[in-house]
């Protein structure tokens, strides 16, 4: 079983940055696919950033691409989401998503772990 742990949300405004991170417990963070989902207030469930284990192969979704940034930091065990440019319709819940496989943006409900979230709201 994998724990992990989301922090780093906060009110950032339209425009802005705003870095998010995760740690898992008891794995690595390149022994595992990663990645961050986010859900709106009565929104389903979407896929913002994929990476996969081992091997640092990305995905993005469409309307995050060029503005969002995922990586993981090895030596400190941490997996980031650097959000720049924040848009109103990035605000919501940020999840931290982990797979013993592969993360797949458009199937949230096949991944593995989830953390328990942070929230994200832009402000315009």
């Known amino acids: 079983q994998v724990e992990l742990v989301e922090s780093g949300g906060g009110v950032v405004q339209a425009g802005g940055s705003l870095r998010l991170s995760c740690v898992p417990s008891g794995k690595s963070v390149s022994s595992l696919a990663m990645g961050w989902f986010r859900q709106a207030p009565g929104k389903e469930r979407e896929g913002v950033a994929e990476i996969e284990k081992e091997v640092d192969s990305i995905s993005y979704a469409a309307s995050v691409k060029g503005r969002f940034t995922i990586s993981r930091d090895k030596n400190k065990n941490i997996l980031y989401l650097q959000m720049n440019r924040v848009k109103p319709e990035d605000t919501g819940m940020y999840y931290c998503?982990?797979?013993?496989?592969?993360?797949?943006?458009?199937?949230?409900?096949?991944?593995?772990?989830w953390g328990q979230g942070t929230q994200v709201t832009v402000s315009s």
């Open positions: 998503a982990a797979d013993e496989g592969s993360i797949f943006l458009s199937v949230p409900s096949s991944t593995d772990y």
